[in-house]
């Protein structure tokens, strides 16, 4: 079964870091690129970051660009978001989302991680 | 940036109707549009890709259309299932891949 499970959410002060994990099962995760995309609560989606197969290609949200930072270990079929500087804004549910091959969409996504960014 | 808007934002509609749901793009991003749908609590899922193909497992009640800035996303016949927010999404011109605000489908 293809399948992405995202964890390291949880509670953090402004100003705080975290680190989010998204292990992929099910399928050849070297070949795909990977995108990470959030949703505040009861917002809608907001893409965050994406990264090329082999790591070599990075885009960010003007949003995050500076504070944020997307990674990934083929060998340990994970991508990672370190997320640092954070902001009560930046609470939301994050997804990683495998990006498909024949286009731009996003073909399969987790089940979430939540973060909260508060005092 | 290119700006996706959905409307409405809201729509009412009864088992077994049609719904049309329409996504308009500040410039135009060829077919290069997805639709979504995301049911509460869960991830949102591919419904439509290319404008206008089927994702893998989506049923044929579900068709996209248009091209250039507008876009339309029909559900032909509504099941208890399909009631949801849907999303659209452009990956013609990026960064930023930018979503549309969502609709909601509820229950008329």
């Known amino acids: 079964e293809v399948q992405l499970v995202e964890s390291g959410g949880g509670l953090v002060q402004p100003g705080g870091s975290l680190r989010l994990s998204c292990t992929a099962s099910?399928?050849?995760?070297?070949?795909?690129?990977m995108t990470w995309v959030r949703q505040a609560p009861g917002k809608g989606l907001e893409w965050v970051s994406y990264i090329t197969s082999s790591g070599s290609t990075i885009y960010y949200a003007d949003s995050v660009k500076g504070r944020f930072a997307i990674s990934r270990d083929n060998a340990k079929n994970s991508l990672y978001l370190q997320m640092n500087s954070l902001r009560a804004e930046d609470t939301a549910v994050y997804y990683c989302?495998?990006?498909?091959?024949?286009?731009?969409?996003?073909?399969?996504w987790g089940q979430g991680t939540t973060v909260t960014v508060s005092s | 940036e290119i700006v996706m808007t959905q409307f409405p934002a809201t729509l009412s509609v009864s088992p077994g109707e049609r719904a049309t749901l329409s996504c308009r793009a500040s410039q135009s991003v060829s077919s290069n549009l997805a639709w979504y749908q995301q049911k509460p609590g869960q991830a949102p899922r591919l419904l439509i890709y290319?404008?206008?193909t089927r994702a893998t497992g989506i049923p044929a009640r579900f068709s996209g259309s248009g091209s250039g800035t507008e876009f339309t996303l029909t559900i032909s016949s509504l099941q208890s299932e399909d009631f949801a927010v849907y999303y659209c999404?452009?990956?013609?011109?990026?960064?930023?891949?930018?979503f549309g605000g969502g609709t909601k489908v509820e229950i008329k």
């Open positions: 290319g404008a206008s």
């Open positions: 099910g399928f050849t995760f070297s070949r795909y690129e």
């Open positions: 999404q452009q990956y013609n011109n990026w960064p930023p891949l930018t």
């Open positions: 989302a495998r990006v498909a091959v024949a286009h731009y969409g996003m073909d399969v």
